[in-house]
């Protein structure tokens, strides 16, 4: 067996958590941010303020993006293991 392949698929493995995360993460990074600087700007320090909006956003950009995440994971999963039997001899 060959330890570049491993890494190689580790390595894959990373990106393609880095993009199906991405759609998520950064509108609500985003949404977060914005209504920080709101609750700042006026001192109202209430918690469900934040959470709320970016529940809806989180739950919006799944909607949207939720099947080409999932396309991207069973496709890099497909491609895992249709190398298994290249490994194993």
Not at 54 to 66: E, H, Q, R, Y
């Amino acid at each position: 067996m060959e330890s570049g392949y491993f890494i190689g698929i580790a390595q894959q493995a990373l990106w393609v958590l880095a993009l199906g995360a991405a759609p998520i993460l950064i509108p609500a990074l985003v949404a977060g941010v914005l209504l920080g600087m709101v609750q700042a700007a006026t001192s109202i320090n209430e918690a469900t303020l934040s959470f709320v909006p970016k529940l809806i956003l989180v739950a919006f950009c799944l909607a949207l993006f939720g099947s080409s995440i999932m396309m991207l994971l069973t496709d890099f999963t497909r491609e895992v293991f249709t190398q298994i039997p290249t490994l194993v001899r």
